[in-house]
């Protein structure tokens, strides 16, 4: 049983930034591909970035390609998002999710484990 906690939200002006972290435990963390999803009010949960178990290939949705970056530190058994140039419209639930020996993977039934999430808020 792996277990995710995701930290780093918070209200942020639009053109600010914030790095997310989303901590693991339970599991042999390099064996777990990774992913963040986001979920805005009335919205259905959105692909944001994954990045496979290998550490290697990564992929973004189109509309924060260029501002979000996704990174993992296997030592840590931790996963970032680090977000640039922010928008109100990136202001969602975002939480991390975890597949064993996952590849880049952009649909939420490809991860097995979830955590509960970090509010990300951007003002205008």
């Known amino acids: 049983q792996v277990q995710l906690v995701e930290s780093g939200g918070g209200l942020v002006q639009a053109g600010g930034s914030l790095r997310l972290s989303c901590a693991a435990s339970?599991?042999?963390?390099?064996?777990?591909?990774m992913g963040w999803f986001r979920q805005a009010p009335g919205k259905e949960r959105e692909f944001v970035a994954a990045?496979?178990?290998?550490?290697?290939?990564?992929d973004y949705t189109d509309s924060v390609k260029g501002r979000f970056t996704i990174s993992r530190d296997n030592t840590k058994s931790t996963v970032y998002l680090q977000m640039n140039s922010l928008k109100p419209e990136d202001t969602a639930i975002y939480s991390c999710?975890?597949?064993?020996?996952?590849?880049?993977?952009?649909?939420?039934?490809?991860?097995?484990?979830w955590g509960r999430g970090t509010q990300v808020t951007v003002s205008s």
């Open positions: 999710a975890a597949g064993l020996r996952t590849p880049v993977t952009t649909t939420p039934g490809g991860y097995r484990y």
């Open positions: 339970g599991g042999v963390f390099s064996n777990y591909g």
């Open positions: 990045i496979s178990w290998g550490g290697g290939p990564t």
